[in-house]
């Protein structure tokens, strides 16, 4: 099977290189923002929206004219991807699965990528780069890199610049290890599992959320653009990209563990996007409880839990396992003992107790118990081919669950 892998690394610029690199991301974003306004402007004039190829020619256009020539200063393929990032985040907007596309800010993922692998070098062995318009890099080799270059994404965090290597390599299909297992997400817990462990929260950003608000604050307080501010501001992005390594790191850990240890996981299928969206609401129709609601949108973004979804659906592919998702309906309410089905068999947020036959577990066990069987009832259907034909596999849409749980 083929598996897709990303290396990054950080880059070790010289200062030529380095003035060179916020040079390019500055023009591509200009680019971005350019192609994004004008086709805004084609939207109110009542005209259709440019494809790709056709900002591609307009972006020629631009780099060979007269009013934007200097455009032309860095290459030319990074600066397509970026009409092609602009394509794609149309799309998601118009498939609902995103807002609407944003005009770029300076500092703010500053990046450019090289789609082109016969244009890029890879010299491992001399812990360096080659580049178009950039030439050779040094980078911090912490690790080899595995399979054929595809493509190379060039960003900036905190001052530092990085390189985002994408591969492509064949291995062999993995056999699975371990069993099927449920989790349960949740805010107390991070995560539960139905054979009781559970990962506790790391709630990076609450922790360091004082020291944030503080730096915030100094940073608010310093006339913009002078030296003062220029620091305070560092200080603020430092404690930021903490936040992020620690966050990140935390989840790794957890969805590398869980996911080397079993070949079926299953969880539940919520819709992450729809809880995080704005507790706050539109105009039209006000948020309600939006105090509550906001506490808990930041809980959940804290923790990443689509990302931490995202980690766990490819390193279970990695190793020949399967996640899948199953409809949330009722698995904390359900008893396991004798299927009774009330609220208030769950008293407190963190204790369980059957009205019906007593039994008592931990509220989080419980909801991971009842997400395994999900799971198991909904693999037992697609086998049995009722539903849907056994080559629907394990399919991570929700189509089809709830007629298959029926
Ligand atoms: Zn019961």
């Not at 509550?292 to 766990?312: H, M, P, V, Y």
Request: net charge positive; aromatic share 8%; hydrophobic share 35%.
């Amino acid at each position: 099977m083929q598996r897709l892998q990303a290396f990054k690394y950080e880059l070790m610029p010289d200062g030529q290189q380095a003035r060179q690199m916020r040079r390019f991301a500055g023009l591509c974003r200009f680019v971005f923002n350019k192609a994004l306004a004008l086709q805004k402007a084609r939207y109110e004039q009542g005209e259709k929206k440019l494809g790709y190829a056709g900002l591609c020619k307009l972006l020629t256009e631009w780099r060979n004219g007269t009013e934007t020539p200097w455009l032309a200063d860095a290459p030319v393929h990074p600066q397509q991807q970026k009409l092609k990032d602009l394509e794609r985040a149309y799309s998601n907007f118009f498939a609902k699965r995103a807002d609407f596309p944003r005009f770029k800010k300076k500092g703010r993922h500053d990046s450019f990528r090289y789609p082109d692998p016969k244009q890029i070098k890879l010299d491992q062995a001399n812990s360096r780069i080659f580049l178009p318009k950039l030439g050779w890099l040094r980078y911090r080799n912490s690790r080899d890199v595995l399979g054929a270059v595809k493509n190379i994404t060039v960003s900036q965090s905190c001052g530092k610049w990085f390189v985002s290597i994408q591969t492509e390599r064949e291995i062999e299909q993995p056999t699975p290890q371990g069993g099927v297992v449920g989790i349960d997400m949740g805010i107390a817990r991070f995560a539960t599992l139905s054979d009781g462990t559970f990962y506790a929260p790391l709630n990076s950003f609450k922790r360091r959320e004082a020291a944030l608000r503080k730096a915030q604050q100094a940073l608010s307080r310093k006339t913009k653009f002078s030296n003062n501010w220029k620091k305070a501001k560092v200080r603020v992005q430092r404690i930021h990209s903490r936040i992020g390594n620690a966050r990140r790191d935390f989840l790794h850990k957890t969805s590398t563990t869980i996911s080397q240890n079993h070949a079926m996981v299953c969880i539940e299928d919520l819709q992450v996007r729809n809880m995080s969206k704005s507790a706050a609401g539109t105009t039209e129709s006000p948020g309600r409880k939006v105090r509550a609601k906001s506490g808990l949108n930041k809980a959940i973004l804290d923790q990443g839990w689509a990302e931490f979804r995202r980690q766990l659906d490819y390193k279970l592919a990695w190793s020949g396992g399967h996640l899948i998702a199953v409809p949330p309906q009722n698995t904390s309410r359900t008893c396991p003992s004798c299927g009774h089905v009330s609220k208030n068999n769950r008293q407190t947020q963190a204790k369980f107790e059957c009205v019906e036959c007593g039994f008592e577990e931990n509220a989080d066990v419980v909801g991971a118990i009842n997400i395994l069987r999900a799971g198991h009832a909904r693999l037992a259907c697609e086998v049995s081919g009722a539903v849907m034909p056994p080559a629907a596999g394990t399919h991570r849409s929700d189509s089809g669950v709830a007629q298959c749980r029926a």
